[in-house]
């Protein structure tokens, strides 16, 4: 191991692109505006090149890439959001329960139009989150409000107390992230360096510590249920998918691909055993061995409905544990509530999205209206249809495999969706360190002309330049369809 000196002398390269890192992430953090698109280019594209280079000229030494990651995270500590306003809606949840209100039941609107107040900076925190978000009820699972509970219990009743608590639980569970995706890469005998792929990734860093996001604590429950899943802890596994449903939704529509995990891979394990003991014993084919070959294959018979039956007992932990998070909020009224909410923004909403684009072209061309709800349900039956087909159709037996499958699926139910946010795409950077696949990478890249978009640049009225969002996906498409399509499969 290299002492300190010895780091000093032999990664003086290295420690400078680690301080020019740290000057552009304090500067990307403290003095960026939203607005200044220009500045925001130079900043982003200028620390994935930074990135690149730290990690080529250390040598992937792990004790400077892990202090590294975690400096560049704690510089953002005391920095508001500049990218984002969603925070302000979760200190204003986490809020609300510390005052015993139930978020589901109320709007911020419903409190505010009749001049209450009834949590500390309520006006402040009404007016940061923008009139989309205040005149909705919340839709966050139960799980995300208990760390929005926790990142409130700081001293202190200032917006940046709450903001530093909230901070501080993401940059744990990157911390998490990184253990236990290190562990699973070595596991499964593949280079361990690939975690700094997602840990040192800048737009990880922005997005999740930067901007508040909480995908971060999502992707940790669902890498720690990977590594419990090929640790043979199945049913810890399953409370810990529950535990990341309950940050967010997105993980319900991988359920269906764990499918051939527990119909398939002990049973293939077991007939290769077999395979062997009956080459050795058809060398001398007697009555006495005969019974003794037609006795192990009625056994081998016998394994699938054993392992059926651990299924069906996975998939019922996950739902008694997400059940069981979301009691404490039950009412007829939280259920019709959350329903809507939850069906709103993903059936009603537009933006960055690729394919709903071209349908919604060819919706006016033909209607003159915009159809997005009669698309929306198409493109998501698709979506159902892709990710049953990588379920049953393709055996997620290993680790890579099943990654594999979720990595794909999750890209195509994206690539369907009406409203593809940023930060959204973290989960695919996480998932490809476990494939043969690079173009979530790519798109962590390329990402950032969403935000373009996003501010109606090149546009007279403010709203999303498709141009920009063309440009994004073609860049992505490129990558995606050579990596599935025309390169040479590789064997995962």
Not at 88 to 116: A, H
Not at 194 to 207: A, G
Not at 247 to 271: Q, V
Request: glycine share 6%.
């Amino acid at each position: 191991m290299l002492g300190l000196a010895n780091i000093i002398k032999y990664k003086k390269s290295t420690l400078a692109y680690i301080l020019i890192s740290c000057i552009l992430y304090l500067w990307f953090a403290y003095g960026l505006e939203r607005t200044e698109a220009l500045k925001l280019i130079v900043l982003y594209i200028g620390l994935f090149f930074l990135a690149y280079l730290i990690v080529k000229t250390s040598g992937f030494y792990f004790r400077i890439l892990v202090i590294s990651a975690i400096l560049f995270r704690l510089l953002f500590l005391f920095a508001i959001p500049n990218l984002s306003q969603d925070f302000y809606r979760f200190i204003w949840d986490g809020r609300m329960i510390l005052e015993g209100f139930n978020p589901y039941l109320y709007t911020p609107d419903s409190f505010i139009l009749k001049g209450e107040f009834p949590i500390a900076n309520a006006k402040e925190l009404h007016s940061g989150m923008g009139e989309l978000s205040a005149m909705h009820y919340t839709n966050y699972p139960p799980l995300n409000q208990l760390c929005f509970v926790l990142g409130n219990l700081l001293p202190g009743q200032s917006i940046i107390s709450s903001v530093i608590g909230l901070r501080l639980i993401i940059i744990m569970a990157d911390i998490g992230t990184l253990y236990f995706g290190k562990k699973l890469l070595e596991y499964l005998k593949l280079p361990s360096n690939r975690i700094f792929w997602y840990i040192l990734n800048p737009f990880i860093i922005i997005e999740f510590t930067g901007n508040l996001h909480f995908e971060g604590i999502m992707i940790f429950f669902l890498v720690w249920s990977l590594y419990l899943l090929y640790s043979g802890q199945w049913k810890w596994a399953a409370v810990l998918i529950a535990c990341s449903i309950s940050i967010k939704l997105i993980p319900l529509m991988f359920l269906p691909l764990f499918f051939w995990w527990f119909t398939s891979a002990s049973l293939s394990n077991r007939n290769k055993k077999e395979q062997v003991i009956s080459n050795k014993e058809k060398q001398s084919i007697t009555r006495k061995g005969m019974a003794i070959l037609r006795q192990r294959s009625a056994q081998t018979i016998q394994v699938p409905s054993n392992n059926i039956i651990r299924l069906i007992s996975f998939y019922a932990i996950v739902g008694l544990t997400v059940i069981l998070l979301f009691l404490p909020f039950f009412s007829m009224e939280f259920i019709n509530n959350y329903s809507k909410t939850v069906g709103l923004w993903f059936g009603n909403f537009e933006f960055n999205a690729s394919i709903y684009y071209i349908a919604r072209a060819i919706g006016y061309s033909i209607t003159g209206y915009n159809e997005i709800a009669i698309i929306a349900k198409i493109l998501s039956v698709i979506s159902v249809l892709i990710i049953l087909g990588f379920s049953f159709f393709k055996q997620n037996n290993t680790i890579p495999k099943l990654t594999t499958s979720i990595l794909i699926a999750f890209s195509s139910y994206l690539f369907l969706s009406t409203t593809v946010h940023p930060w959204y795409i973290g989960t695919l950077v996480l998932l490809c360190i476990f494939t043969n696949y690079r173009y979530p990478l790519v798109w962590s890249v390329v990402i950032i002309l969403s935000y373009l978009s996003y501010l109606g640049i090149g546009t007279s009225d403010k709203s999303e330049n498709l141009w920009i969002v063309g440009l994004e996906y073609v860049v992505v498409f490129s990558v995606f369809l050579w990596e599935i399509v025309l390169r040479k499969p590789i064997k995962v």
